[in-house]
């Protein structure tokens, strides 16, 4: 029996280019849907509202070059920073280090011939840096940052041409950064899209007679995409490691009554095990059948499509876990909270957090094992944490016991999963410098344990600070997990 976190576990963080980086409009990146995602700031951040997504809209926001109420553009200037920033990284000890490329920056126009040099040389630099302190660098090929061009040429991710492009702009970096890159992830929370089309496959809801339809056709043309990418980086570099990626949105029946058992049973399927079975399993599960009967879904597919899913499926299985929900068969009269990407049944077991997301980390040992149990492949988990609102002393200290707290007890959790058994090779949680929010685009939803001196609106120093997590994450990371502190 393991008892504790095995010796070359991967410690380290993660962040998105389009939350970070900044330099939208720099060394040739072209345009991406994040750059024209308007600051979301909602009157009772508890319940989650989506921002709306017509060409009109998009046009409004081209032409708009001004970047205050879009602040994906400026992120945390982490395009300027990155050695400092990783540096301060390392200081925590991280072996790991998860980021992901901005497409729109190696193929400004979606279908150029040639990739952009400099695009390549930046992220080479990036690469470097991680290497030089000892990370693996852990990408993540397409990170919620679709380029604008791909949805308003080819209409995102249904048309089939993009899994071509997607696979021309994967071969040019495993080849670019063969030997140095060992840990990549194909899509970021692929099931995310059938929750937010625009964003996540660029496919927007207008002129379909059926619009799940069509995200679900674009979601097959990623899954495509992820199998022939997968065999593709075998192909380059057999040392290769290709991760698969689901959101997990771990869901519990709101009572032992039979048929809210059922519900929990169709909303694990319908929100996670769908995606997972098809890449790590490498089939469409049978009880999608009757999904996509009932709901006049036809997706079209080639020859060899179903042969390619089968035969590359993901080498480890990662995904992001920020909390837990609940199901219910009748939720008439039950009280909901806002969630990733949607809103919720409200657990009362459990605290939310300031933006109603609902802390569970035994969930989270829930997860491991019943994931491991289904798939029995490596898992990572790929994010997690929880978003504050920090406060920066006058002394330049931050007192963040609450994220502290919220780590310690997913790494107890993290610690059971292990004694059961899970085979668990890494974790980077979300956010390790703060950066701009996906959901909510504010900056002062904080995930970090490096504070950035930065408002919602861009104002600041954007000088970094440790907070107290960081010395904190530093010694669990040195005594591997083994000694988490004392509990207040
Ligand atoms: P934020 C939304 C809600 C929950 C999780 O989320 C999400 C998203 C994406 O919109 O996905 C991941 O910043 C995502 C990250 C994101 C993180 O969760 O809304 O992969 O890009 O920042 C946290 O609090």
Request: aromatic fraction near 14%; proline fraction near 3%.
């Amino acid at each position: 029996m393991r008892t504790q976190f095995p010796d070359n576990f991967l410690w380290g963080g993660a962040i998105s280019a389009c939350q970070a980086e900044g330099a939208y409009n720099v060394d040739g990146r072209s345009m991406t849907i994040p750059d024209v995602t308007m600051y979301n700031k909602k009157l009772d951040r508890k319940i989650t509202k989506q921002v709306s997504f017509t060409r009109e809209a998009i046009e409004v926001a081209k032409k708009d070059l001004d970047d205050t109420m879009y602040p994906k553009r400026r992120g945390i200037d982490f395009y300027y920073t990155y050695k400092e920033d990783i540096a301060l990284l390392a200081e925590m000890g991280f072996s790991v280090f998860r980021f992901s490329i901005a497409w729109s920056r190696v193929f400004p126009n979606g279908d150029d011939t040639t990739p952009n040099e400099k695009a390549l040389e930046y992220y080479e630099n990036v690469i470097d840096e991680c290497l030089k302190h000892n990370m693996e660098p852990l990408i993540t090929i397409s990170h919620f940052d679709m380029p604008l061009v791909l949805m308003e040429k080819f209409g995102g991710w249904y048309n089939r041409k993009l899994i071509d492009l997607y696979l021309n702009y994967c071969e040019t970096i495993f080849t670019r950064y063969r030997g140095k890159v060992k840990y990549w992830v194909t899509f970021n929370e692929i099931n995310m899209s059938i929750k937010a089309g625009p964003k996540t496959l660029g496919i927007i809801n207008e002129g379909f007679d059926n619009y799940e339809e069509a995200l679900f056709q674009g979601i097959h043309n990623q899954f495509v995409a992820a199998a022939k990418a997968t065999k593709l980086a075998h192909e380059i570099d057999n040392n290769n490691k290709i991760g698969c990626m689901v959101a997990y949105f771990t869901t519990y029946a709101h009572t032992c009554k039979p048929d809210d058992v059922m519900k929990m049973l169709y909303d694990d399927r319908m929100r996670n095990q769908f995606y997972l079975d098809v890449q790590a399993k490498g089939k469409y599960p049978w009880y999608m059948d009757r999904y996509f009967t009932e709901n006049n879904i036809n997706i079209k597919m080639e020859d060899g499509d179903l042969e390619v899913i089968k035969e590359n499926t993901a080498d480890f299985i990662g995904f992001s876990y920020y909390m837990s929900m609940i199901s219910s068969a009748d939720a008439t009269n039950l009280e909901i909270t806002s969630g990733n990407v949607m809103n919720v049944l409200k657990n009362p077991y459990l605290e939310g957090s300031e933006w109603g997301w609902q802390i569970d980390p035994v969930g989270l040992r829930y997860t491991l094992n019943t994931v491991y149990d289904r798939y029995e492949k490596p898992m990572f988990i790929l994010e997690n944490g929880i978003g504050l609102l920090d406060k920066l002393n006058e002394d330049g200290t931050i007192n963040d016991e609450g994220r502290v707290d919220y780590h310690r007890r997913h790494f107890e959790a993290m610690k059971e999963a292990i004694k059961d058994g899970v085979d668990l090779i890494g974790y980077t949680m979300w956010g390790p410098i703060d950066i701009i929010s996906s959901g909510t685009s504010e900056m002062s939803k904080r995930y970090g344990f490096i504070y950035v001196d930065q408002d919602d609106f861009g104002n600041g120093s954007k000088k970094r600070y440790k907070k107290d997590s960081f010395y904190w994450y530093k010694n669990v990371i040195k005594t591997n997990g083994e000694d988490l502190g004392d509990v207040k």
